[in-house]
Nanobody, 124 residues
């Protein structure tokens, strides 16, 4: 069964760092596009970062320069390194994978495989 499982969420202070992981089963993290999304209470889900098959990355303006998306093909994991976090980064974070699309996208349209989410809470 194809499955994405996030981990690494938790509580962190304003200005701190956190690394989210997404472990893939029956899915090759290097074959297609993958991305991180987040959803805060009462808000729509938004794309945070995306990585293309060849490694090109795209970030939302709100996290550019603070977050880094990467993958480890050997471990078959996707990561989101979060630095200098802010209270507005508080949300449930989801990893997502495509089955056909190989570029980058911050919209959810290309992604058909989703994890269950991991909560990140940033306190001031």
């Amino acid at each position: 069964e194809v499955q994405l499982v996030e981990s690494g969420g938790g509580s962190v202070q304003d200005g701190g760092s956190l690394r989210l992981s997404c472990s893939a089963s029956e899915y090759d993290v290097s074959r297609y596009s993958m991305a991180w999304f987040r959803q805060a209470p009462g808000k729509e889900r938004e794309g945070v970062a995306s990585i293309a098959r060849e490694g090109r990355t795209t970030y939302a303006d709100s996290v550019e320069g603070r977050f880094t998306i990467s993958r480890d093909s050997a471990q078959n994991n996707l990561y989101l390194q979060m630095s200098d976090v802010k209270p507005e980064d508080t949300a449930t974070y989801y990893c997502a994978g495509a089955r056909v699309f190989s570029g980058t996208s911050l919209t959810d349209l290309p992604y058909t495989i989703w994890g269950q989410g991991t909560q990140v809470t940033v306190s001031s």
